[in-house]
C-alpha cells in the first residue's frame, strides 16, 4: 500500500495529533492485512492511501490514484459512486450501498476525523464486499449456506449494455424498440445466433420496464420433454394424475404473473404444445391440469430463437398462428463478428469480473489482445466470456498468446480475405467463395483488387479505418486514398 505524506503543521506526532503516523511503514502494512477496503482522503479531497482490498473492489490501481483529486477516483472505478459527493459534502457520518460491474453489493460508509480544534483533517471511506462478510459470517457460525462464490462461468456477468448503448447505435436502436414494444404490451420476439446475448437482452429490457419485485421466468422451451410440456408451462390441481402433488402445482406462465415470461428456444416446441401455448397467447388465460376454470395471467412475453423460424414455418415445424402472435415486434441479435467494436469493451467488463476472483490481477498482453480481435467468435459474446474464464485460469499475472486455446493460437486468425471476382457487366468487386488464378489480368491490376478486399475485410472486422490502418500496418492515409481509387477494370 502506498502513501501520499499529510502536512499536519504540526512539528512531531502526539496524542491530539495522531493522523500524523500515515507515513509509517507499519501503518500500511496493518491496512493492507485489513479484510475492508479502506480510502484515506485528504482535506483538500485528494486521495491520500488506499489499500489492496479497496485496490481490488473498485479495479484500481493504487499508482493511479495516490495524490489524485477524488473525483479520479470516481470517475475511473468500476463503483457505481451514487454518491459521487462523498467527501466533498458536509462530512457527516454517510453509508450506502453501491454495486460492482458484476453485480455484488458493496457498503460504502464516511468517517471523518478531525483535528483539536474541530476541523476535519482526514476523510475514512470503507468499503465492505457483503457477499465477502455473508461468506465469513456463515463459516464463523457453522451455517450451511452453499458456496456463495460461483466460478465465473456460472456469475451473472453478462453485457454491460449501458456501455454498449454508448459505444453501438445498433444496441441503442434495438433496446429502445425493445423497452417500447413492452410498455405497450407487444409481444417480442429475438432472432440471432447461439450465444450472441439473447438472454441477457431480455433480462436487461426487463428491468428497463419493470421493478425488481416483478418476476422474471426464464423457460428453456428445448429442455421440457413433450409428455411434461402441459404440466410445467400450465400447471395442474390437486389429484390431477397419479403422482401428483396433493398440494396441485403452479405452472410457469402462472408464475410470470406480473412480470416477464422469457420463452427461450421456442423453435424447439414440438408441434402438438404449440397448440396448448397459442391458446395462452390468445386471450391470456391459464387453465390447469384437472382445473374447471381458468385464470387470467397478465404478463410481458418475449421469445427468442437461433433457428430460422419463418423456414419452419414454410416446411411445416412451427405453426404460422404461433409465429403471427409471438412475432409481434422482431429483433435481430448481431453476431459478434459483426459487432467488432464491442470487443475491447466485452474483454474488459469479463477481465474485471474475473479479476474480482484472483489474484495477482490479470492483464492481457498486446499480443495476445490482438488475436482476440483478429478472432470471428463464433460461438460469439459466450465464446468471448469463456475465453477470458480460461485466460484467467491458464496465465499467472499476464495473458499472452501461447495461453490462448489451441484453435485460435495455433490457426492463422489474421484476416481472412475472400478471393476477388469481378461479375460480367459490373465494375466493383464482389466476394467469391475461393482464390481462383486469372491470367486474362494484368497481376498489377489483381494485385490492387485484392489489396481492396483486404482494406474492406479490415475496415469490417476492426470497424473503422483507423484501427484498420493500425491493424495492417499502414498509415491512415493510405487506407483513405485506397478506398477513393476506383476500381481496375478486367
Given at each position: ?487 481496375e477494370a478486367s
Amino acid at each position: 500500500m502506498k502513501f501520499k505524506a499529510i502536512e499536519m503543521g504540526a512539528t512531531s506526532p502526539s496524542a491530539t495529533d495522531p493522523w500524523t503516523v500515515l507515513d509509517d511503514p507499519g501503518l500500511s502494512l496493518i491496512m493492507d492485512r485489513m479484510i475492508d477496503g479502506i480510502i484515506i482522503v485528504d482535506a483538500k479531497g485528494i486521495v491520500s492511501a488506499i489499500n489492496s482490498a479497496a485496490a481490488d473492489i473498485t479495479n484500481i490501481k493504487p499508482d493511479e490514484i495516490i495524490g489524485a483529486p477524488m473525483s479520479t477516483l470516481t470517475a475511473n472505478s468500476t463503483l457505481d459512486w451514487q454518491g459521487n459527493d462523498l467527501v466533498s459534502g458536509t462530512g457527516k457520518k454517510r453509508e450506502f450501498i453501491t454495486v460492482t460491474e458484476d453485480g455484488r453489493s458493496i457498503l460504502l460508509a464516511l468517517r471523518t476525523l478531525r483535528d483539536t480544534s474541530g476541523e476535519p483533517v482526514l476523510k475514512l471511506i470503507f468499503l465492505r464486499d457483503l457477499q465477502v462478510f455473508d461468506h465469513m459470517r456463515r463459516m464463523a457460525t457453522g451455517l450451511d449456506g452453499g458456496n456463495v462464490f460461483k466460478f465465473l462461468g456460472d456469475r451473472d456477468v453478462g453485457p454491460d449494455f449501458e456501455a454498449q448503448r454508448r459505444l453501438s447505435p445498433e444496441v441503442e436502436r434495438m433496446i429502445t424498440q425493445g423497452t417500447r414494444a413492452l410498455h405497450q404490451g407487444a409481444r417480442l420476439l429475438l432472432i440471432g445466433e447461439s450465444g450472441s446475448g439473447k438472454t441477457e437482452l431480455t433480462k436487461y429490457l426487463h428491468r428497463a420496464v419493470g421493478t425488481p419485485e416483478e418476476p422474471f421466468i426464464h423457460v428453456n422451451c428445448g429442455a421440457i420433454p413433450e409428455s411434461l410440456f402441459e404440466s410445467e408451462m400450465f400447471g395442474y390441481e390437486k389429484g390431477a394424475f397419479t403422482g401428483a402433488l396433493q398440494t396441485g402445482k403452479r405452472g410457469l406462465i402462472e408464475s410470470a404473473e406480473g412480470g416477464t415470461l422469457f420463452l427461450d428456444e421456442i423453435g424447439e416446441i414440438p408441434l402438438p404444445s404449440q397448440a396448448k401455448l397459442l391458446k395462452f397467447l390468445e386471450d391470456g388465460v391459464v387453465q390447469r391440469i384437472g382445473g374447471r376454470s381458468g385464470r387470467k395471467v397478465n404478463a410481458r412475453v418475449v421469445s427468442a430463437t437461433n433457428r430460422d423460424l419463418w423456414k419452419q414455418v414454410t416446411d411445416k415445424q412451427f405453426r404460422h398462428d404461433l409465429y403471427y402472435r409471438l412475432a409481434v415486434i422482431t429483433l435481430e441479435v448481431a453476431p459478434l463478428r459483426h459487432q467488432p467494436h464491442l470487443i475491447q469493451h466485452l474483454v474488459d467488463h469479463f477481465l474485471a469480473a474475473a479479476n474480482r476472483m484472483r489474484k495477482p490481477r490479470l492483464r492481457i498482453s498486446d499480443p495476445c489482445l490482438e488475436r482476440l480481435h483478429a478472432y470471428s467468435f463464433p460461438g460469439n459474446i459466450r465464446e468471448l466470456h469463456n475465453l477470458i474464464q480460461h485466460l484467467s485460469v491458464a496465465a499467472d499475472d499476464t495473458a499472452e498468446v501461447e495461453h490462448l486455446p489451441p484453435h485460435i493460437r495455433d490457426t492463422n486468425t489474421d484476416i481472412r480475405v475472400p478471393a476477388p471476382h469481378v461479375e460480367p457487366g459490373r465494375s466493383e468487386v464482389t466476394v467469391a467463395p475461393s482464390l481462383e488464378l486469372d491470367l486474362s489480368r494484368p497481376l498489377k491490376n489483381q494485385v490492387r483488387t485484392f489489396e481492396r478486399i483486404l482494406i474492406t475485410a479490415a475496415i469490417d472486422r476492426f470497424g473503422s479505418k483507423r484501427k484498420a490502418a493500425k491493424a495492417l500496418g499502414v498509415d491512415i492515409g493510405t487506407i483513405v486514398r485506397k478506398t477513393k481509387e476506383a476500381p481496375e477494370a478486367s
